[in-house]
């Protein structure tokens, strides 16, 4: 009882990996990293657990101007074509690994589970280079599975990816050349005020400076008064000579009741 049913979830598990291929659609990543599209390069999602069915065959992607898909049939794209080809055939082959090398999670060791196309300066394959997009496109990419004979499977195109465009440097927006006449009178009387506004600061300040010295010298001056006036005051006496004291007895005996003490 058991036999028929796992044979029967093998099947449709089968089944519905085969389908996972057939209905795999390529996209932009939506993880947020920086520079998923710039001027010559786009990013994509790793395809995860798709060709585990196909550990040793190669898988490509096929990245080709949105106006040749329809042309391109899985017979066609079984023979790679080199990026030099592209001028000429609109389409080429690039990142080739075996199916096994995809991984079956969002990150593998260190590194993010994406494919940036248009990345390798200077080219680490001459022939199968993934080299710089060299227009904005519109561009559609697919993978294929191919093995010695034939093209095994392969997933839908996806959707058109157009490349942002760099910015023209005779429209970068300079001053005061492309300011309008309006900006510059109020950029100009902005600056007049904040120039007017200075002076008055350096003004305050020198004034406050001023008073500050003032009070300085007034107060130096009342120490100065002060000191002035505090100094002690002595009396003078009169000096009377030897002949005096000595001629003159009653004199002598005066002058030393009369002598003030000091």
């Known amino acids: ?146 093995n010695s004979t034939t093209t095994e499977t392969s997933t839908r195109w996806s959707e058109v990816i157009i490349l942002r465009s760099g910015m023209n440097s005779s429209s970068l927006d300079t001053w005061p050349g492309r300011r309008s006449a309006g900006m510059i009178v109020i950029t100009t009387i902005l600056s007049v005020l904040l120039a007017i506004l200075l002076a008055c600061l350096i003004a305050v300040l020198i004034l406050k400076s001023k008073g500050i010295c003032w009070c300085r010298t007034i107060e130096n001056k009342e120490v100065l008064v002060q000191e002035v006036v505090n100094v002690k005051k002595y009396q003078t006496h009169h000096i009377y000579s030897e002949t005096q004291f000595t001629n003159n007895p009653k004199n002598s005996a005066a002058w030393f009741r009369q002598a003030p003490l000091v």
């Open 1 to 146: 009882m058991n036999l028929p049913i796992n044979l029967w979830l093998l099947i449709v598990t089968s089944a519905v990996t085969f389908a996972d291929i057939s209905y795999y659609v390529p996209q932009i990543t939506l993880k947020p990293i920086p520079g998923k599209l710039t001027s010559s390069t786009f990013v994509l999602d790793q395809p995860q657990c798709i060709f585990n069915q196909y550990p040793t065959n190669d898988v490509w992607l096929v990245v080709a101007l949105k106006s040749v898909v329809p042309d391109l049939t899985d017979a066609i794209l079984f023979d790679p074509i080199p990026y030099s080809s592209f001028a000429t055939k609109s389409y080429y082959h690039i990142l080739r690994v075996r199916g096994a090398d995809y991984p079956c999670s969002n990150t593998y060791g260190n590194t993010v589970a994406i494919l940036q196309v248009g990345s390798e300066v200077p080219c680490v394959e001459p022939v199968f280079c993934n080299a710089p997009l060299p227009s904005l496109g519109p561009y559609r990419v697919k993978f294929v599975v191919l």
